[in-house]
């Protein structure tokens, strides 16, 4: 069962979306869903056949449903029901409700790279809800891309590499250093409830003079439950200092050795992965996506395993809201 809902324009469609580079996330309007009423139209869909379509589409954008900051969290209680929170998360956020937070707070003029959420973690959300509070005056869209698609545009020896997986670093201080701190990581200052968390996690931790360091072996890619197909799923060109730019990578350098950055990347078995291998990631990650313009009163409903998501650089003043869910 799917939603019934009219296509969203001419590339709509099993054919159109079965071509490279044809499709789109799927949208629902006011007109297609036969009420301008979210709420009531999400609870008689019901949450078996929303799932199903969010499979099928990967991707759902509903927008003229006029949702505000009042009413935004009825609709958030269908799409992601059981909200976790962004523990562990390495991305600069504010929680501004119930395990609601700001998409991301990095300056605006640079662009985030594709990355699927906490895929670096032993545990991951499978939907993420955005919400448009604010539109950008220009730019900030946010581009998503097939985790499918993205694993086969990559060169056969680079896929090749990342075949035994990823050791991720991380170096948390503890108040005053580069990046995040354990307690804000960790949503927590109780050193019994990080080691408890990473413990189920099966990652490898160390407590020392500056803070916390955390090291994880993950696999690149992952299965869908559901569909199994193959993706491309980890923060390999996020957590690369090649992924950060020329200057900001220099200047790291300059400062710190490697295994000391706040976050760091290397093959499983602790070899340098090449920056040309990050360079085709970011650059075949970004090429290859399909931007959401964002609207005020926009909610993006994506799947956290078949879709990975960025941010494009803006001007002026853009908030976007964000909750994961593992249902």
């Known amino acids: 069962m799917t939603l019934d809902v009219t296509d969203s324009g001419p590339d709509a469609g099993p054919d159109a979306e079965s071509r490279a580079g044809a499709w789109r996330p799927y949208e629902i309007t006011p007109d297609a869903a036969g009420t301008a009423d979210l709420v009531g139209w999400l609870d008689r869909t019901g949450a078996r056949a929303l799932t199903e379509s969010l499979i099928e589409h990967k991707a759902l954008v509903f927008r003229d449903f006029g949702v505000t900051p009042d009413t935004v969290d009825?609709?958030?209680?269908?799409?992601?029901?059981?909200?976790?929170?962004?523990?562990?998360?390495?991305?600069?956020?504010?929680?501004?409700?119930?395990?609601?937070?700001?998409?991301?707070?990095?300056?605006?003029?640079?662009?985030?790279?594709?990355?699927?959420?906490?895929?670096?973690?032993?545990?991951?959300?499978?939907?993420?809800?955005?919400?448009?509070?604010?539109?950008?005056?220009?730019?900030?869209?946010?581009?998503?891309?097939?985790?499918?698609?993205?694993?086969?545009?990559?060169?056969?020896?680079?896929?090749?590499?990342?075949?035994?997986?990823?050791?991720?670093?991380?170096?948390?201080?503890?108040?005053?250093?580069?990046?995040?701190?354990?307690?804000?990581?960790?949503?927590?200052?109780?050193?019994?409830?990080?080691?408890?968390?990473?413990?189920?996690?099966?990652?490898?931790?160390?407590?020392?003079?500056e803070g916390l360091r955390v090291v994880q072996q993950r696999p690149a890619t992952t299965r869908h439950p559901v569909t199994g197909a193959e993706v491309w799923f980890n923060q390999a060109d996020q957590w690369h200092p090649a992924g950060l730019g020329d200057e900001a990578s220099a200047e790291l350098y300059d400062i710190l050795a490697p295994e000391e950055f706040p976050q760091y990347v290397t093959f499983a078995d602790g070899s340098a992965i090449p920056d040309a291998y990050i360079e085709q990631i970011l650059g075949r990650g970004l090429d290859g996506a399909v931007d959401v313009d964002w609207r005020s009163g926009d909610v993006l409903l994506i799947d956290n395993v078949l879709l990975a998501h960025g941010r494009r650089p803006f001007t002026g003043s853009r908030r976007v809201l964000v909750a994961m869910s593992d249902t």
Do not use: M
């Not at 990355?115 to 509070?133: D, G, I, M, Q, V």
């Open 74 to 209: 009825p609709v958030f209680a269908r799409l992601v029901p059981d909200r976790l929170p962004y523990v562990h998360g390495n991305s600069p956020r504010t929680k501004v409700g119930g395990n609601l937070y700001t998409s991301t707070e990095y300056p605006q003029q640079y662009t985030i790279s594709l990355h699927n959420e906490l895929s670096y973690a032993h545990r991951w959300p499978t939907r993420l809800a955005f919400y448009c509070e604010t539109a950008a005056e220009s730019g900030g869209a946010t581009p998503v891309l097939d985790g499918e698609l993205w694993l086969a545009s990559l060169d056969a020896r680079v896929r090749e590499a990342f075949a035994d997986g990823i050791r991720y670093v991380q170096n948390l201080h503890d108040g005053l250093g580069f990046g995040k701190s354990w307690q804000d990581t960790f949503e927590t200052d109780d050193r019994a409830a990080v080691e408890a968390f990473l413990r189920a996690s099966r990652a490898e931790w160390e407590w020392n003079e």
